[in-house]
């Protein structure tokens, strides 16, 4: 364990990297996007498998970008600490700053959906009042708000204590997830047909499919947000033992490691579940891989599931708290915020004050959640915000060593131009075209106000990351800071 200047302390391993990014990647929603949408993009079918892997491909070439510049650059903050040295400091804050806003939008979504799953846990072991209990809003939002702030205390006692949280319930996670893998290839159609002619004496449809590149790769987009989470080992960079090493090595890992597990979970259920019946079935009701696989499973094990997506949302919390956190952290060192909000604990050795800010913006999301009602336009500002980020990062790989040579030679995952050029370029083409796909399907869809739509807020919110930027540099700059050095060199360790 080495001290660091800043007050953080290098204590991450690789188990406990790998786990960040794992549990802030794999959440509830495996239970729910792959098969609502037949919903959100009519007429996808049997392609949704296909539309995974695709969306994969970007995932895997930002997460190459990712490796790499983590490698050269092993400090809190990653993508804000990547792009301000590698691209502009400007461009390095606000992109930053939009997704630091959309991930603590989504930690306060996925504290309050928590709640529903637990309550169907609850349900099926007979405790009925406590299901009753647990619908009214008062404890939904109690509960919510608890483990909320019971995540930022558990991130404030140090991030040892974070991994021994994580690290085993992410092996308990996937155990559970594991039982819709083995029961979706154990079953097949013709048992699902089965069941759903006992219980509702129904029949499966049959519907021709044909394929369109505008669906596939409106899907693809939508699929693209199952893998936003890697990055948070990036952001804890500060922290890890051995970074050079392990941090790539981390990125690697829970990219693979969700990425097989969503294709396997995803085609399992298909496996089972005849697509006709789930695209049917997703224009009226809000289907889940639990309810699917009810029409073949005994409800001990339909439980089981149930209780593994709210295993995978409670692990949820710490990891992106951590990774928010750092941000908050990375850019107060700099000065491009408040330099308060840099201020580590003393005996725990972590940025307090950052995460409190950042829980108090999750604590506003929860009761924004409560009270509208409606928690999509967060997370919508969070997918425009990290294709943005994820692009940012591709192009950093391509302008680093022309910006910032010194730091670039010490880039030890893809250090040949040769492949860092075409690898980083494949990647902004493929995310500005699901940016653009984004883009375009939130600014044409048929809401009630042009504030429902995420695009002109997240506009908004850059624009706000402008103005405290300026700020923050103009007095920089007043105090005699060489900001051209400042932003030359690593932050320090």
Not at 9 to 22: N, P
Not at 426 to 436: D, H, K, P, V
Request: glycine content about 10%.
């Amino acid at each position: 364990m080495s001290e660091r200047g800043t007050g953080l302390e290098r204590r991450l391993g690789l188990m406990g990297l790998a786990a960040t990014g794992i549990c802030s990647m794999l959440g509830a929603a495996i239970n729910i996007i792959p098969f609502m949408i037949q919903r959100n993009v009519p007429g996808i079918g049997p392609y949704v498998l296909p539309a995974y892997v695709f969306a994969a491909v970007p995932a895997l070439l930002a997460a190459l970008a990712y490796a790499s510049l983590a490698s050269a650059m092993p400090r809190a903050g990653g993508s804000y600490v990547f792009a301000s040295r590698g691209l502009n400091p400007y461009l390095g804050f606000v992109a930053s700053f939009s997704q630091w806003f959309g991930l603590s939008v989504a930690i306060g979504v996925v504290s309050y959906v928590m709640i529903p799953f637990i309550r169907d846990v609850v349900a099926a072991v007979g405790w009925d009042g406590l299901a009753a209990a647990l619908d009214t809003g008062p404890l939904r939002v109690g509960l919510a708000l608890a483990f909320l702030w019971g995540s930022v205390f558990l991130n404030m006692r140090g991030v040892k204590g974070v991994e021994r949280v994580l690290v085993p319930l992410m092996f308990l996670m996937f155990l559970l997830g594991g039982v819709v893998i083995v029961t979706g290839f154990l079953f097949d159609q013709a048992d699902f047909a089965a069941g759903l002619a006992a219980r509702e004496g129904a029949t499966v449809p049959v519907v021709d499919a044909d394929f369109s590149w505008g669906r596939f790769l409106a899907a693809s987009a939508i699929l693209f947000s199952s893998f936003i989470g890697f990055d948070s080992i990036a952001q804890a960079g500060g922290e890890a033992k051995d970074p050079g090493r392990t941090l790539p090595m981390a990125i690697g890992i829970a990219v693979l490691t969700v990425g097989a597990f969503y294709m396997l979970f995803t085609a399992a259920v298909y496996n089972t579940v005849p697509w006709a019946f789930v695209a049917e079935r997703a224009q009226t009701q809000d289907l889940t891989a639990p309810g699917l696989l009810g029409y073949v499973l005994e409800p001990q094990w339909t439980v089981l599931i149930v209780a593994g997506a709210a295993i995978a949302l409670i692990n949820d919390l710490p990891a992106m708290l951590l990774a928010v956190s750092r941000l908050m952290f990375a850019w107060a060192e700099d000065g491009v915020f408040p330099r308060g909000v840099a201020k580590v604990h003393e005996r725990w050795h972590t940025p307090h004050v950052a995460l409190v800010l950042s829980g108090l913006m999750a604590t506003a999301s929860i009761l924004g959640s409560h009270f509208a009602g409606d928690f999509f336009l967060g997370v919508d500002i969070l997918v425009t915000s990290m294709l943005v980020n994820f692009g940012f990062m591709c192009l950093t790989v391509i302008t680093l060593p022309g910006r910032n040579p010194e730091i670039a030679k010490d880039m030890k995952v893809l250090s040949n131009r040769s492949v860092q050029v075409p690898m980083a370029g494949a990647g902004l083409m493929l995310l500005g075209l699901f940016l653009g796909i984004h883009v375009w399907k939130d600014l044409t869809a048929d809401v009630g106000a042009w504030y429902f739509h995420s695009t002109p807020l997240w506009i908004g919110v850059m624009t706000l990351a402008t103005v405290i930027y300026l700020r923050e540099m103009s007095q920089l700059k007043r105090a005699g800071v060489d900001t051209d050095a400042l932003f030359a060199k690593l932050p320090p360790e």
